[in-house]
């Protein structure tokens, strides 16, 4: 495909989890750092995590850093955020984004070169 395409999200209540999966099947998985951002309404969009090629290196926002987790599988193409301990505030649209940038991880949507369409979060209190 051309673009990463997410999957996971939906509506869960206050302290809560899910899994966002992205897969990006275009040219060699392994060439991209990938990212997660967000945007919530009348906000702009935001970084929330990033993961190097071979999964080796993380990055995340200071907000989530204690209880979101990313990883990928490369094997399959995908790259996954477990989110725990869920808040109103992360409510928004969660976007998965492919880097041709390694090092270091880029945390800028600038820097990224393909976009998903993106996933709702609503985390209810």
């Known amino acids: 495909q051309v673009q990463p395409v997410e999957s996971g999200g939906g509506l869960v209540q206050d302290g809560g989890s899910l899994r966002l999966s992205c897969t990006y099947s275009r040219g060699t998985f392994t060439v991209y750092s990938m990212g997660w951002f967000r945007q919530a309404p009348g906000k702009e969009r935001e970084f929330v995590a990033a993961?190097?090629?071979?999964?080796?290196?993380?990055a995340y926002e200071d907000s989530v850093k204690d209880r979101f987790i990313v990883s990928r599988d490369n094997a399959r193409n995908t790259v996954y955020l477990q989110m725990n301990g869920l808040k109103p505030d992360d409510t928004a649209v969660y976007y998965c984004?492919?880097?041709?940038?390694?090092?270091?991880?880029?945390?800028?949507?600038?820097?990224?070169?393909?976009w998903g369409r993106g996933t709702q979060v609503t985390v209810s209190s």
């Open positions: 993961i190097s090629r071979a999964g080796d290196y993380t």
């Open positions: 984004a492919a880097s041709t940038i390694s090092f270091p991880l880029p945390k800028t949507a600038s820097l990224y070169d393909a």
